[in-house]
């Protein structure tokens, strides 16, 4: 299978080639060329079986040009055996027909773990195959960077750099960042905050020179590697309630909407979803266009869900090009206007969305009330981000059974949690030495010269 780009002009790649890339080269994102479908009775199949059973049938038609049975077997094993619930994505029951969907119990309490686990392994695995050795550089507010630095440390053809703005992620975040101790590991604590992170990380993928020389590479969330991998989930979460026999929905809490666009691909490959409902906090930019067809970026507003406080929603693109039936030249044109501000969707592209899509928008003090809610009625403590989804799929209930997704841990927003819920969440007992262990970072100037040297020094040892 071959991977071709949102903007029609960059080359086709196979899947390792695509992992490996992330951005294309036209600046559009990597999907597959034609979707794989499963039978009904393939899908009902997967009931009941091991987590990482299901991952291999469902990654397999996707990735075997670059990687055989025999190769993913122990891949997947190794990715997902630090997790600390044997189900690895447990389902719960909140109310009569919705339930929430686990996704905290990876080694750094977010649902960032699933993909990123996998990606360290099939990475590693290609480079061993080729000899070569990367330098993954990302740029993070938190959850993305602790989640890549697990899953790489140690893995000898790999070094992992991430820059987070110092002083400006959560005291769990940091030290989850700081306190491996392999020596492949660079936490930059950067003088500026997230942006500022994120463009010098642009700067030096734009720096061909550089580039090539330290053989960059990134894991953001637009990397197809880690979409496929969160696919496996909404297949184990509706077989386990009765799909293919009867149609599930999912609520989803979003920022770059890779997540959910994951649950796109389950429902094309022929999963019976009725609805992907998209939940967002006060930075609504996704619900507004779903609702109106107008994409328009406002400005970010910090909220209790940092993870979500997002204006440019990268994954949505994926959304678009399909909504305008693979027309790269279209989707071209519309990034073409978000230069100028944003763009009005096209009445068909519009209808297109709208028939898997619905959203919801949630304010701060309803976020608390949902924190608070849920703990009285169920016992579950949500973290914020997942309140956000339980709140938004309050209002899609109905006949067919809802199933919101938990995208972190509370203890990950012990302080966000305390205030809503009147509850302080402790760390799991595998986490319970975090505040312990000796931390590990080094401080950068927001200066690209300085951060290009310091990289070239490090990925030397
Ligand atoms: C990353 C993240 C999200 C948003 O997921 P997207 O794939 O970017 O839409 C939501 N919740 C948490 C806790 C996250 O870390």
Redesign the pocket.
């Known amino acids: 299978m071959k991977y071709v780009s949102t903007r029609g002009k960059a080359p086709a790649l196979t899947f390792g080639e695509a992992m490996m890339t992330g951005l294309a080269r036209d600046g559009g994102l990597y999907l597959p060329e034609t979707i794989p479908t499963f039978t009904a009775e393939e899908i009902a199949g997967l009931a009941g079986l091991p987590y990482e059973e299901v991952v291999l049938r469902v990654i397999r038609p996707f990735v075997a040009e670059t990687f055989s049975d025999d190769e993913l077997v122990p891949l997947i094993a190794a990715a997902y055996a630090g997790f600390a619930h044997e189900a690895r994505a447990p389902l719960v029951q909140l109310a009569q027909n919705h339930f929430l969907l686990e996704l905290f119990h990876g080694p750094t309490l977010?649902?960032?773990d699933f993909a990123m686990q996998l990606i360290g392994q099939l990475m590693q695995a290609a480079l061993a195959k080729s000899g070569e050795r990367i330098t993954i550089v990302g740029a993070t507010s938190g959850?993305?960077g602790s989640a890549a630095i697990e899953a790489f440390k140690g893995l000898p053809n790999v070094d992992v750099v991430i820059l987070f703005p110092k002083g400006r992620v959560s005291e769990v975040q940091r030290r989850q960042m700081t306190t491996p101790a392999e020596p492949n590991v660079h936490a930059f604590a950067l003088e500026g905050d997230f942006d500022d992170c994120q463009a010098r990380v642009k700067d030096m993928f734009n720096d061909f020179a550089f580039r090539d020389d330290v053989r960059l590479a990134g894991v953001n969330?637009i990397n197809w590697a880690r979409v496929l991998a969160q696919v496996v989930y909404y297949f184990t979460a509706a077989t386990a309630l009765g799909a293919p026999h009867r149609p599930v929905s999912f609520t989803v809490?979003?920022?770059?909407?890779?997540?959910?666009f994951a649950g796109y691909i389950a429902r094309r490959m022929g999963l019976p979803i009725e609805k992907l409902v998209v939940a967002t906090n006060q930075n609504d930019i996704l619900h507004r266009a779903l609702s109106t067809g107008e994409y328009r970026p406002t400005g970010v507003v910090p909220s209790m869900s940092p993870?979500?406080d997002i204006q440019v929603s990268s994954?949505f693109e994926r959304a678009l090009f399909y909504a305008y039936d693979g027309e790269g030249s279209a989707v071209s044109q519309l990034m073409d206007e978000m230069k100028t501000g944003g763009f009005a969707i096209s009445q068909g592209a519009l209808a297109a969305l709208q028939d898997t899509f619905a959203s919801g928008r949630v304010s701060e003090e309803e976020t608390a009330e949902t924190i608070r809610q849920t703990l009285s009625a169920t016992g579950e403590l949500l973290?914020p981000?997942s309140a956000i989804g339980v709140a938004v799929a309050q209002h899609h209930l109905g006949p067919v059974p809802m199933i919101t997704l938990a995208?972190?841990h509370p203890a990950k927003f012990p302080d966000a949690v305390e205030a809503a819920g009147g509850v302080r969440c402790e760390l799991p007992p595998h986490m319970a030495d975090l505040f312990t262990r000796a931390e590990r970072m080094t401080e950068v100037p927001n200066d690209l010269g300085a951060l290009q040297t310091l990289v070239r020094e490090r990925i030397a040892l």
């Open positions: 977010a649902f960032k959850d993305t969330s809490p979003t920022g770059n909407f890779g997540d959910i993870s979500m994954n973290c981000h995208t972190a």
